[in-house]
């Protein structure tokens, strides 16, 4: 349940009589009804307030729910002055030190004052209303946005805000009564104007609303502010267990992949070999490619440091620089000519949650197409990964027709090498978080080819690879289940 929820549950409680219990010797709501009709009587020939029109009997259909037998249902109308003609004042007749209140001065849902600011440094334009201390102040525009208070103060305030008193009934419990979720709905569906909805007078004046004795009234009051302060720090607690949840799936996927590359997913079985075995296969390979002038040979690399190594990995596992086990090549960093059809060239923002975007495409030529793809034909199970401006968002490749690629490492086993690229894909969503971090440049930010090629990667041996995929594959579904 939210804060909002709870909170609203509690008015509703507090209006349904079920939220103090009831106490005969506090008399019931028939009663304080009568002493009301009885005071009204009295201010009326004291020509405090004017005589209104009498308010149509209320009818069994009418009622929107029991309520305790103490109770009693009235009309808004029947215990308050809401319909009472409101005093109003001239700008002329405004003075500097007048307390003025706006609707922005307000805060939505609780009522409470923002801001108090005086005549002299608001401009005042037009009539407006008097309130006096004590009264209620009740926003018939945007009611929605429940913005009810009592006066702590006279003032002046727009004509938006209807100031009213209450009669023998306790103004915080009728603050409550306006705030709570069955009146809110009845406003709020016979609203008029689309923009700037209003309710009417009309409605207001009729609304059923559940009397209590007095001394329940103040009860049922003392008890919601009671829980008020508990609701806040629930919403407090709320809050943090909903950023929780929010980005629980996505740290329970980042440990997995954590897990997978630091040897802890599956476990490790001496009969699939040794990483050292695998990575002399590789540069056995890579001599035989180049002898064939099927690549070119790269400056040797770095040996690996002890303080390059950022965790432990399993002992038959090796530390590897990437170009050392995988060919690692870009797309083109020029600008083709654009035509209206030809061959897509795919750049960064084509590669969104592990798929090639074809929506939002440029083609380019046959011509310039072949120019890029004499370097940097993609194939199937090459992976790409955006190298500048959105960096990371690798796609594991599964080519479905022709295109080629800007702004975007490619990445490609080297012929019959056993290196599973569905690991080095789940490598690369893993290590991309690394990488967006320590990205440079100014306007857009980059990573370049020399740093692709000496990044440290953590290599077991080929079936573990499989097995460690297949694992991933088998978590990850779950994890999405969360969200």
């Given at each position: ?13 507090a ?6 219990e009831?106490r005969p ?21 004291e ?7 009498t308010?149509v009997?209320?009818?069994e259909d ?7 037998e ?17 005093p ?6 405004i003075?500097d ?18 801001t108090?600011?005086?005549?002299s440094?608001?401009k005042i334009?037009?009539?407006k ?8 102040l009740y ?25 009213f ?7 915080n419990?009728i ?15 016979v609203?008029?104007g ?6 009417g ?19 049922i ?14 919403a ?20 997995i ?5 630091q040897?802890?997913?599956v476990?490790?079985r ?14 056995a390979?890579?001599?035989?490619l180049i002898?064939?002038?099927k690549?070119?040979?790269e ?7 002890e ?14 620089r ?24 795919i750049?960064s923002?084509?590669l ?7 929506g939002?495409?440029?083609?380019i ?25 959105s960096i ?7 080519k479905?027709?022709?295109?080629c ?22 490598f690369?969503?893993y290590?991309q ?37 297949a694992?991933?594959e ?7 289940r969360?969200?």
């Amino acid at each position: 349940m939210t804060p909002e929820q709870l909170k609203a549950s509690i008015l509703q409680y507090a209006i349904q009589g079920k939220l103090v219990e009831q106490r005969p010797e506090e008399g019931s709501g028939e009663e304080l009804y009568q002493q009301i009709q009885t005071e009204k009587q009295r201010l009326i020939q004291e020509k405090k307030i004017k005589k209104e029109k009498t308010l149509v009997e209320i009818t069994e259909d009418e009622i929107p729910f029991d309520i305790p037998e103490s109770w009693k249902w009235v009309r808004l109308g029947d215990c308050t002055g809401y319909s009472q003609t409101k005093p109003k004042i001239s700008p002329k007749d405004i003075t500097d030190d007048m307390w003025s209140l706006d609707l922005e001065d307000i805060q939505k849902e609780s009522g409470a004052i923002l801001t108090r600011t005086t005549a002299s440094e608001r401009k005042i334009t037009g009539d407006k209303v008097l309130f006096y201390k004590g009264q209620v102040l009740y926003s018939k525009l945007r009611p929605y946005l429940k913005k009810i208070l009592i006066a702590p103060d006279n003032g002046i305030c727009t004509p938006e805000l209807v100031p009213f008193n209450t009669y023998l009934v306790y103004a915080n419990y009728i603050v409550y009564v306006l705030r709570s979720p069955h009146i809110d709905y009845v406003v709020n569906s016979v609203t008029y104007g689309v923009k700037m909805p209003r309710v009417g007078t009309e409605t207001m004046v009729n609304l059923l609303i559940p009397l209590p004795p007095l001394s329940e009234q103040k009860r049922i009051v003392a008890k919601i502010e009671e829980l008020l302060p508990l609701i806040g720090r629930y919403a407090v607690a709320y809050e943090k267990l909903e950023q929780f949840n929010a980005k629980f799936p996505e740290d329970m996927k980042k440990s997995i992949l954590q897990y997978a590359i630091q040897g802890k997913l599956v476990e490790q079985r001496a009969e699939e070999g040794t990483a050292e075995e695998l990575y002399q296969q590789i540069q056995a390979e890579k001599q035989h490619l180049i002898a064939e002038k099927k690549i070119k040979k790269e400056k040797t690399l770095p040996e690996i440091a002890e303080d390059e190594v950022p965790f432990d990995i399993p002992e038959s596992w090796k530390w590897c620089r990437l170009s050392d086990i995988i060919d690692v090549r870009d797309g083109t960093h020029d600008s083709p000519k654009y035509v209206p059809e030809g061959i897509p060239l795919i750049t960064s923002k084509n590669l969104s949650n592990g798929i090639i975007d074809y929506g939002n495409v440029k083609y380019i030529t046959q011509e310039d197409a072949d120019k890029i793809n004499a370097r940097s034909m993609v194939e199937d199970d090459d992976i790409l990964f955006a190298m500048i401006g959105s960096i990371g968002n690798p796609v594991l490749v599964k080519k479905d027709r022709e295109f080629c690629i800007k702004n975007m490492a490619l990445f490609k086993k080297f012929a019959d090498t056993d290196i599973f690229m569905q690991y080095m894909y789940w490598f690369f969503f893993y290590a991309q978080y690394k990488l967006k971090k320590e990205a440079s440049g100014g306007v857009q930010s980059f990573i370049s080819l020399s740093r692709f090629r000496e990044y440290l990667v953590p290599l077991p041996p080929f079936a573990e690879q499989k097995r460690i995929v297949a694992k991933i594959e088998e978590l990850l579904p779950l994890c999405e289940r969360l969200k």
